[in-house]
């Protein structure tokens, strides 16, 4: 093995037990809500629509040991925090070309761990974390499914989603990719578990958190056509 292949394998490995990691901080963060509202659980302490996604996230901090609150891109101190992230495969943002996830879109709140990790806090705003929510039908590169008029089917379905956290295990470092060193998580009423999309590294946490070594994902080039 060269020694750059040895670098290069051994900051994959870096990497995979960070996630892994973070993903068990971020459960036992969860529990601990739970505890110190005195309702075992139940994720829905946490996750009061009454409050907004930055008052949620200044309850989860003090569950993660000198973590620091960003409230946004905009917070003194806080700009380096929020970054360009590529998905784990291609993915339009309702466009016809590779898109990108600002790290918490600029405005989502972040929690800054002593290790150099970021916490993206997402509240649904979900009475009790269930909703009836409408969305559009979209095949796995983000593009609308249409039906036999060329029109785009919209559907409406029960979700019981507290939150999605999404978190980058070394921050601004690279790879800056779903599915590396940037996993995300849902948080519903009663457990927590790996993302269900693709483009948001779903296939590679699942792995990773099951004990494999290896990341899942494709390349692409932000802005180009899928498949360039």
């Known amino acids: 093995m060269t020694l750059p292949s040895l670098i290069q394998k051994n900051h994959d490995k870096e990497i995979i037990v960070r996630v892994r990691k973070l993903y068990s901080d971020i459960s036992n963060a969860a529990m601990k809500a739970q505890a110190d509202s005195g309702v075992i659980g139940d994720n829905s ?21 000198g973590a620091k609150f960003c409230q946004s891109s905009n917070q003194k101190g806080c700009y380096n925090y929020y970054y360009d992230i590529k998905y784990a495969q291609f993915y339009t943002n309702d466009a016809s070309t590779g898109g990108k996830w600002t790290a918490g879109d600029g405005w989502l709140p972040a929690i800054i761990l002593n290790n150099g990790g970021i916490v993206y806090v997402h509240q649904r705003n979900n009475p009790d974390c269930y909703a009836e929510e409408s969305y559009t039908v979209r ?10 008029n ?8 029960y979700v019981s989603i507290c939150s999605v956290i999404t978190f980058d295990v070394n921050g601004k470092k690279l790879p800056n990719r779903f599915g590396q060193d940037v996993q995300q998580v849902i948080i519903y009423k009663d457990k927590i578990t790996p993302s269900y999309q693709k483009h948001t590294g779903s296939e590679s946490i699942k792995g990773i958190l099951s004990g494999s070594d290896k990341f899942i994902y494709s390349d692409y080039s932000v802005g180009a056509e899928q498949g360039k």
């Not at 302490?45 to 901090?61: D, G, I, M």
């Not at 060329?150 to 379905?157: A, I, L, N, P, Y």
């Open 45 to 65: 302490v946490l996750f009061n629509p009454n409050q907004t996604h930055a008052e949620t996230a200044k309850k989860l901090v003090k569950y993660f040991n």
């Open 139 to 148: 095949d796995e590169y983000g593009y609308p499914i249409l039906d036999e």
């Open 150 to 157: 060329g029109k785009e089917q919209v559907r409406t379905s």
